[in-house]
């Protein structure tokens, strides 16, 4: 059963996904979080990183919605099958996760080129901080990790799964931007919606899409696609509804 350690409001700070707007989130850190209590949390639009569960709690903005597949009416768009085939190649497994020097610097050169064309801040990581947000110890953590045989082997994606009972949920995923091929993270989230309906699952959770902000706008491309619709606070069931026809999702409140 899930124990509160702690439950912060955070004081409004730049928002990393719109320009001159203010983000804030309700964190809470909680340990020994079942998966089933982690599906409950997903289901009402909650997010985790290690031991910190977490959503957007903007005064003034809401334009962060959660959007899930539904497994059983997912069809990739061609687009979609063009990012399964290029790796195709790939050796693609799952495991527990864990951090290393080839993982670090993955991860390093991803997050530097993001810096580069999209003016990210940095965000250098230890080997202590990745395992505090990517391997934390969690009944529902899995890390899939992609490899090129054709390079010797070199890891040129991997990423951050959680598996509850009934769905998968997308954390994080960074890959190589030398030698990873095109759309790698396209192909990932394909891999993961054929991963769910083998197991029988419901839903592939994809976290937040937010409308004008380029790093998340793939989300809205995969379709069937349903929409947590207004705040799930615990006192009434989470409604998911069909995500609007228009790519941009620009309707969705």
């Known amino acids: 059963m899930a124990r509160l350690i702690q439950r912060i409001q955070e004081h409004p700070y730049p928002c990393p996904y719109l320009p001159e707007r203010t983000a804030s989130r309700d964190i809470r850190i909680m340990l020994d979080v079942t998966t089933d209590e982690l599906a409950v949390l997903l289901e009402r639009g909650w997010r985790r ?3 910190s569960y977490f959503r957007p709690a903007c005064a003034t903005c809401a334009e962060c919605i959660s959007v ?6 997912f069809h990739p768009s061609r687009n979609q099958r063009r990012a399964r085939n290029n790796a195709a190649h790939l050796s693609r497994r799952v495991a527990a996760p864990s951090v290393d020097d080839e993982r670090l610097d993955l991860y390093r050169r991803w997050h530097a080129r993001r810096e580069a064309e999209r003016g990210w801040e940095p965000n250098p990581l230890t080997a202590e901080h990745y395992t505090f947000e990517f391997a934390f110890p969690h009944p529902a953590v899995r890390e899939i990790s992609f490899r090129d045989p054709t390079i010797g082997g070199r890891l040129v994606g991997l990423g951050i799964v959680d598996a509850v009972p009934r769905a998968l ?23 993961l919606v054929a991963d769910a309906a083998a197991h029988g699952m419901d839903h592939v959770y994809l976290g937040y899409h937010v409308k004008g902000c380029p790093s998340l706008a793939y989300k809205g491309r995969f379709r069937p696609l349903e929409v947590l619709d207004g705040d799930a606070d615990g006192h009434s069931p989470p409604l998911w509804v069909p995500a609007p026809d228009d790519a941009d999702m620009s309707d969705v409140r």
């Open 49 to 51: 990183f290690g031991p």
């Open 68 to 73: 899930r597949i539904p497994v059983a009416h």
């Open 169 to 191: 949920s997308a954390a994080y995923f960074f890959w190589d931007p030398e030698f990873a091929p095109p759309s790698l993270g396209t192909a990932h989230i394909v891999a």
